[in-house]
Each structure stands twice: as structure tokens, then as C-alpha cells.
């Protein structure tokens, strides 16, 4: 039988720094480089006491042009019902990527979540009433997609035995696919021979799918 190997990375996973700079609310607005990666934070104790209630702080994460900005929850426990972390893409807030609050604070599994240009600010809010032990924010910053062409599928001999598809060209450069694309690869029909599809290091974007027709495998992801 024919073994095809499909390997789809479609969003690179950054190797977040072991020890990095953490940046507690302060109030008002904090610019960091994501380039240089670190940590946002409710406060200094975060998970052991409590943060303050009414806190109202930004940070600006900013990432050289050409790269874009990727953060990941690594703690998260917030009061009910007001109480929230909002992300926008870009300097504005007229562009949410995702408002994380209480509801989501039981054994919270963060997606990566990424901007669409070099830039992503971070809100942080609490009111008046309880407060709880808060959240720890990990940022980076990861390389933005070179154009939206679609990866290739390359056969590791003449006989098309085996091989690979790959989502987008510098999937392996920890390169990002873009936005708005519509890729499909059709393997060449073999006599006698069937195709067998592996799928690894999927990692997909909110409404961002990889099927497999006349078959039911399936990927669908949120924003990783």
C-alpha cells in the first residue's frame, strides 16, 4: 500500500523563555517588547492572594514590523461576574481577539492567541466587589506570514510511496500561514494502491478547518 506522511503545522508553536520579566498591573499603560518576551500579570502574588479590586491596566505589547505578536494564558482565576482580560489586535479596542472572564477560569486550557500585525494590547479589569488570586500572561513574539500561497505535496521517491503536504511555504521557519486562505492538494491515483494520511502538529486558527474528502477525518481548531 501507498504511505503518505501528511504533516500540517499551520501555526508555530514559540518556545516561551524559562525565566522571563513579569509585568504587574500598575495602573494606567505599560509598553513592552514582545520581542524580547516575558510575562503580564494580575499582580505580584498571583495565585497565592489576592489582586486589588478596581484595577484598570494595559499593556502595549509591541513586536519589530514583520513579526507579529503570540500570547498564552499559563494561570487564570478570576471573580465573577465582571472581572475579565480583554486582548485587541492592534493599538485600538475596537478589535477584539478574545475576552477571557470567571466563566473561564475553571480549569482553563489557554490557546495561544495572535495578532495580526505587530502589535496586541492587553486589558485587565476589576470592579468594586470580591476579588480572586488573578492571572499570569505569557508573550512573545513569532514571524508573520511571507504571502498566502499554499504548501506543497512532495513525494520522497518516483513511485509516490510516501511523502508530505504542508500547510504553507516556511511552515519548518516558524513561519505563520496567513489569513483568507483556500488551499486543496490532490494525490496522484496509483493502481492498486490506496493512500494512508498521518496528520501531525496541527495547530489551527478560530473557524480554520483541514479536511479530508470521501473520508471522515476532520481537524477543526480554536485559536492556538
Same mark, same amino acid.
Given at each position: 500500500?501507498?504511505?503518505? *506522511? *501528511?504533516? @500540517?503545522? $499551520?501555526? $508555530? @508553536?514559540?518556545?516561551?523563555? *524559562? ?6 498591573? !500598575? ?52 471573580? =465573577? ?7 485587541? &489586535? ?29 502589535? !496586541? ?5 476589576? +470592579? =468594586? ?16 506570514? +511571507? ?21 504553507? /511555504?516556511?511552515? &519548518? ?6 489569513? =483568507?486562505?483556500? $488551499? +486543496?492538494?490532490?494525490? /496522484? ?28 477525518? =476532520? ?6
Amino acid at each position: 500500500k501507498t504511505t503518505l *506522511a *501528511a504533516w @500540517l503545522r $499551520c501555526l $508555530c @508553536l514559540v518556545d516561551f523563555p *524559562a525565566n522571563v520579566q513579569q509585568s504587574n498591573c !500598575l495602573g494606567g499603560l505599560q509598553r513592552l517588547s514582545a520581542e524580547a518576551g516575558g510575562e503580564i500579570a494580575s499582580h505580584s502574588g498571583v495565585g497565592t492572594t489576592n489582586y486589588s479590586s478596581n484595577s484598570q491596566c494595559y499593556w502595549q505589547l509591541d513586536a519589530p514590523p514583520g513579526k507579529r505578536v503570540i500570547v498564552r494564558f499559563t494561570y487564570m482565576d478570576l471573580e =465573577s461576574p465582571n472581572d475579565r482580560v480583554t486582548l485587541y &489586535d492592534g493599538l485600538t479596542t475596537s478589535a477584539e481577539i478574545a475576552v477571557v472572564s470567571a466563566n473561564d477560569s475553571v480549569d482553563y486550557e489557554s490557546p495561544r492567541f495572535v495578532s495580526s500585525a505587530n502589535i !496586541l494590547t492587553v486589558n485587565f479589569y476589576s +470592579n =468594586s466587589q470580591f476579588a480572586r488570586k488573578g492571572f499570569r500572561l505569557e508573550y512573545n513574539a513569532t514571524v508573520s506570514a +511571507n504571502s498566502s500561497a499554499c504548501g506543497s505535496v512532495t513525494f520522497d521517491d518516483a513511485s509516490s510511496s510516501s511523502g508530505m503536504i504542508v500547510s504553507h /511555504p516556511g511552515y &519548518d521557519q516558524n513561519s505563520l500561514y496567513a489569513a =483568507s486562505m483556500y $488551499c +486543496n492538494w490532490t494525490l /496522484p491515483s496509483v493502481s492498486r494502491k490506496f493512500y494512508q494520511l498521518y496528520v501531525g502538529n496541527v495547530s489551527l486558527g478560530n473557524g480554520d478547518c483541514l479536511s479530508v474528502n470521501q473520508g471522515t477525518a =476532520s481537524v477543526t481548531g480554536g485559536s492556538s
